[in-house]
């Protein structure tokens, strides 16, 4: 699933609509020289994330004015016995 949110609001809504639907989700960030006020940046995007259990794994550029985050649940790991 692909998101490009108009503010860190409709992020926060988007993920928690969609964090049990997706086994990951991407999300569309506009890189900061190309944009005069930036709709989501990618330390509100993680930091968000973060709130609703998920984890950032990677980035992937779409052109020289945007890029997207992976986003993924965090898995548990129990502690060995």
Known sequence: M??????AADLANFFKASKDMYHEIWI???KKEH????PVTFSEAVAEAVKQGLIDSRTKSL???KY???FTKRISRKADA
């Open 63 to 65: 052109n020289e004015h």
């Open 35 to 38: 944009a005069d006020l930036q």
């Open 68 to 70: 997207m985050i992976r």
């Open 2 to 7: 692909t998101f490009e949110p108009k503010n």
């Open 28 to 30: 569309v960030i506009t």
